[in-house]
């Protein structure tokens, strides 16, 4: 087993609890910004400085408290927010256990979810008001359902009660009941908390946090039926916290843009606490089509993002320097300051002020993780003075357990462990992949209600096997992922193939938007298949407008021959097929395999036939006769 220990380079504060990290910052803080926020795009900005933040976080959690929701279990769903942010932030700062949810799941599976978790509240956006309704007749557990902000009026606003003292304190009754759930808003539960401070009634400030309790449950991308709900206490969160700082330098005031979902422990952990725990200001997006002007409009320093948002901004760059005609003066340069860059002059950010201020001029930092990205880019974006640092964890690593830092930057590699943290890739010869494995005290309590799980994945030894495989580079000392053993593909001679491999070079060529690489069965035996997404612009530009299959097919076969002549023989394509329809992804934009093979399958299944028989084809759904026929 090759380990690697994490190194601290940065002095970081002491605390055990998340609310011990954020009235610290209030108080280091509290006249700073901590987030801007529009609740919808035309209105004007709003401000909360860390002061005013820890004051609602106060009077949100003494409500809570008064409601009889202390130790209890309280969801949150919808659009990333303020409120979401405050609410969340509550119920960790002492009121009970947190589950967020992934506001794009089916209604049936966000219902599902909360009885998974015996959830007692749910505070959501007011777009869920039908899923909650019918929640609210599914789950035994509810006892109040609590909007996170208003909406628009509309004929399914629910009657509002007043909050009042135990109204969802559930109680051991005798017999049938008709069972209570009442409707309640955040906004008056904020002025009744503030109304309870000032009679000098129990406090929020006054509950005791164990650290090594459950703090937040978190469920993992998949159905409901598959999903496992990753606990995590203070402890888990509170070490990450603590180990992204001491090796990431940030300072007090960076501007950061919150753009993936809050429910994603990556943003989450990355996105929020550690924001709050530097002094950052946290600027709400105003969603995904507005991230350009946002980041113009604020001036953003910093934003957490997964590999499909740096690779947007890339190719946008790049169709725009080829446009202007400066594409190879740009080329041309880059090799000059990065030489300049060496004897310590560094005029990145004067000579390519143009490119920047696409990014609002302040652009500076990115965190990447959720899924590999090119290295190319990352150099590219290095080179022109934004520093992108990929990083690497799962949920039930809460979440980063490695990455590039303000001390270790190995583009193509994820980096090193964060301090206080260990990696091991589980073969003995350096430089060799296996499993990565990862321990120290941001691994997980367990999967919820599930302990033959929990042993599966965690050892006597405290090592979380995380499923990954891996290499250490020896020569850096840097980690590098290569794979999923789950996606393995194990072929009749006993060879492996790593479909992120073949994945990788697909992408290289701008026609195709994503691929997917798999394990085919083939009369007994087993051949590497893909299914590849074209791109309909890129595809015009290269081949015209009125395309035939035939002519796309030509053009992929030699596409795939000439990745195959990059790879060894075993590890070729066989057999292809090609759509123009995006893959199911999860919320960070990661493919999910399993129902998308599943989906092929299906395809073929009902047409009795086999992958070779339509190889190089197109497979969408209503790309033949027989599709109409069926739908």
């Keep these: 087993m090759q380990i690697l220990q994490g190194q601290t380079y940065f002095p970081t504060r002491a605390f055990r609890t998340l609310r011990e990290m954020i009235e610290q910052s209030a108080a280091l803080y509290a006249n700073r910004p901590a987030f801007r926020f529009r609740n919808q795009v035309d209105e004007p900005i709003s401000v909360r400085t860390y002061a005013e933040f820890w004051r609602e976080i106060n009077q949100l959690g003494t409500a809570l408290l008064a409601l009889g929701l202390a130790g209890r279990k309280i969801a949150v769903i919808g659009e990333n927010s303020y409120a979401w942010c405050l609410l969340h932030a509550a119920v960790v700062c002492g009121v009970g256990v947190v589950v ?87 906004d008056e539960l904020l002025s009744w908390g503030a109304e309870l401070e000032h009679e000098g009634k129990a406090t929020l400030s006054q509950t005791s946090i164990d650290p090594d309790a459950l703090m937040a449950l978190l469920f993992t991308s998949g159905t409901t039926s598959a999903a496992k709900a990753v606990m995590l206490s203070q402890r888990n969160v509170c070490a990450d916290i603590q180990a992204v700082a001491s090796v990431v330098k940030l300072w007090p005031g960076i501007r950061m843009l919150s753009v993936l979902p809050l429910h994603h422990t990556f943003e989450n952990t990355c996105g929020l606490y550690i924001g709050l725990f530097y002094g950052a200001e946290i600027h709400e997006s105003d969603g995904l089509r507005y991230i350009q002007k946002n980041l113009q409009d604020y001036h953003i320093d910093m934003i957490v993002g997964v590999p499909v948002l740096f690779e947007n901004f890339y190719n946008k760059v790049q169709a725009t320097l080829q446009k202007i005609g400066k594409d190879k003066l740009v080329r041309r340069l880059l090799p000059i300051t990065q030489g300049l860059r060496k004897i310590g002059i560094d005029l990145r950010r004067v000579l390519y002020k143009q490119i920047l201020a696409a990014f609002g001029g302040s652009l500076q930092l990115g965190i990447c993780g959720a899924a590999p990205i090119d290295p190319e880019i990352i150099r590219f974006f290095d080179a022109i003075g934004i520093h992108i640092l990929q990083g690497y964890g799962l949920t039930e690593t809460s979440p980063v357990a490695a990455g590039c830092n303000s001390k270790v930057f190995v583009p193509g590699t994820v980096g090193q462990p964060m301090g206080g943290t260990e990696i091991a890739v589980d073969s003995e010869t350096p430089g060799e992949p296996g499993e990565i494995l990862v321990r120290g005290p941001i691994v997980m309590l367990g999967y919820y209600q599930d302990p033959a799980a929990t042993a599966e994945v965690i050892d006597p030894e405290g090592w979380f096997h995380t499923g990954d495989i891996g290499r250490i580079d020896p020569a850096t000392g840097c980690l590098s992922i290569t794979g999923r053993q789950k996606s393995m593909i194990v072929l009749k001679s006993g060879k492996k193939v790593f479909p992120e491999e073949i994945e990788y070079l697909l ?11 798999w394990g085919e069965d083939d009369e007994g035996d087993v051949v590497v298949a893909a299914k590849v997404v074209l791109d309909r612009d890129v595809l015009q530009e290269k081949l015209g407008q ?86």
């Excluded at 902000?149 to 007043?162: I, N």
Aim: proline letters at 7%.
């Design 100 to 186: 967020p949810l992934d506001r794009l799941l089916p209604e049936g599976e966000i219902i599902a979810s909360l009885a998974r978790g015996q959830v007692d509240a749910v505070f959501y956006d007011p777009s869920f008001q039908a899923c909650m309704e019918a929640a609210r007749d599914q789950v035994p557990s509810l006892t109040g359902l609590i909007t996170l902000r208003p909406g628009r009026p509309s004929a399914r606003q629910p009657a509002f009660s007043q909050p009042q003292a135990g109204l969802l304190r559930q109680s051991p009754v005798q017999g049938p009941v008709e069972r209570t759930c009442p409707w309640l808003q955040l």
């Design 507 to 517: 992408g290289q060529d701008k026609l195709i938007k994503e691929s997917l690489v």
């Design 546 to 631: 009125d395309v035939s299959e035939h002519q796309i097919q030509a053009h992929l076969d030699q596409l795939i021959r000439e990745i195959n002549s990059l790879l060894p023989t075993f590890k070729g394509i066989r057999q292809y097929v090609f759509s123009f329809q995006d893959m199911v992804k999860t919320t960070t934009l990661k493919i999910k395999r399993p129902i998308e093979i599943a989906g092929i399958h299906d395809w073929l299944d009902r047409r009795k036939l086999r992958l070779k028989d339509i190889a190089g084809r197109n497979i969408d759904r209503n790309h033949d006769k027989e599709d109409k026929k069926d739908d």
